[in-house]
């Protein structure tokens, strides 16, 4: 084979490709995809981690409201057992207030028929709590020896007895507002 050499045109190299002008080259074209495909895995990661906290806190308002709901059962609790003692309160204020009006009845209708009241023997009283027993006795006692004979009782007022110590301490504040404190 013969070679024909022109000492004035340039050599042309076999393994170099001349590029066309409005075609982009594969190391371009990787990158931008390169780009693309971190920048759609930043937006996942970030989506990801916000959805992860949003579940752990989802999970601990429902944490939460169960401890509300056992509150709010605790709460009903105590107003049941509190509302059972003012029920079992009143019904016994009830009670006695009855029979103490049928002892005025009792009394006035006597008195209209015109038999003195102090002629006749002591009308039955509602029976008292045990603490008041021993005092309404010492009261009455020294009322008896102490007046006429003949002079008409006078109806004191009865003073309840201290209850147990309370487990609340009632707060009342210059604005009228009342807290209760509980006392362990």
Known sequence: MTM????????????????APGKA???????????????????NVTAAIYLYRG????????????????FEQRIGA??????????????????????NFGQINGSTARLEQGA???AEAEMPRAPEPPALAATA?????????????????????????????PSYQRIEQSDGKVYYKKIN
């Open 25 to 43: 080259s594969w190391g371009w074209t990787i990158g931008v995809a390169a780009v693309g495909a971190g920048l759609v895995t930043f937006v």
């Open 78 to 99: 105590r107003i049941d057992t509190v509302n059972n003692g003012f029920q079992s309160r009143f019904e016994t204020l009830d009670r006695q207030l009855q029979t």
């Open 137 to 165: 006795l010492a009261e009455a006692s020294a009322a008896e020896g102490a007046g006429e004979p003949d002079a008409p009782r006078m109806f004191k007022r009865k003073v309840a007895p201290p209850g147990p110590n």
């Open 55 to 70: 579940v752990n806190d989802l999970k601990a308002m429902e944490a939460r409201l169960d401890q509300l709901g056992q």
């Open 116 to 118: 003195p009241a102090a």
């Open 4 to 19: 024909i050499s022109v000492p004035d045109v340039p050599a042309i190299e076999l393994g170099e490709q001349e590029k």
